[in-house]
């Protein structure tokens, strides 16, 4: 079982920052796992944001380079989404998820075994 446990979302507002982070426990959890962060609006689809190799090693969505920066603690067993200058547009639920294979980098939501419940980010304007 693989247990993943988001925290720090909330209200903001535009041009504000937010620290996410993604507890990760379980006994068949591997700090060598590929993790990642997904968003998703109301109506519309979950949307790739960024992934992480235990390397740190990172992937970034075009559209969330540059504001956005995953990082993680192999130790504390634990992911981060520092996001900065967030707009109304970055408003969604945001999950963390996690796969087994960490060779191949994957955009897609059907790739990644494990989620969380997710946090919810809210950007006023």
């Known amino acids: 079982q693989v247990h993943l446990v988001e925290s720090g979302g909330g209200l903001v507002q535009a041009g504000g920052s937010l620290r996410l982070s993604c507890a990760a426990s379980?006994?068949?959890?591997?700090?060598?796992?590929?993790m990642c962060w997904l968003r998703q609006a109301p109506g519309k689809e979950r949307e790739f944001v960024a992934a992480i190799r235990w390397s740190q090693n990172t992937y970034y969505s075009d559209s969330m380079k540059g504001r956005f920066t995953i990082s993680r603690d192999n130790a504390q067993s634990t992911m981060f989404l520092q996001m900065n200058s967030l707009q109304p547009e970055d408003t969604a639920v945001y999950y963390c998820?996690?796969?087994?294979?960490?060779?191949?980098?994957?955009?897609?939501?059907?790739?990644?075994?494990?989620w969380g419940q997710g946090t919810q980010v809210s950007v006023t304007s």
């Open positions: 379980g006994r068949t959890f591997r700090t060598s796992m590929m």
């Open positions: 998820a996690a796969k087994e294979d960490s060779n191949l980098w994957s955009t897609s939501r059907i790739d990644y075994a494990y």
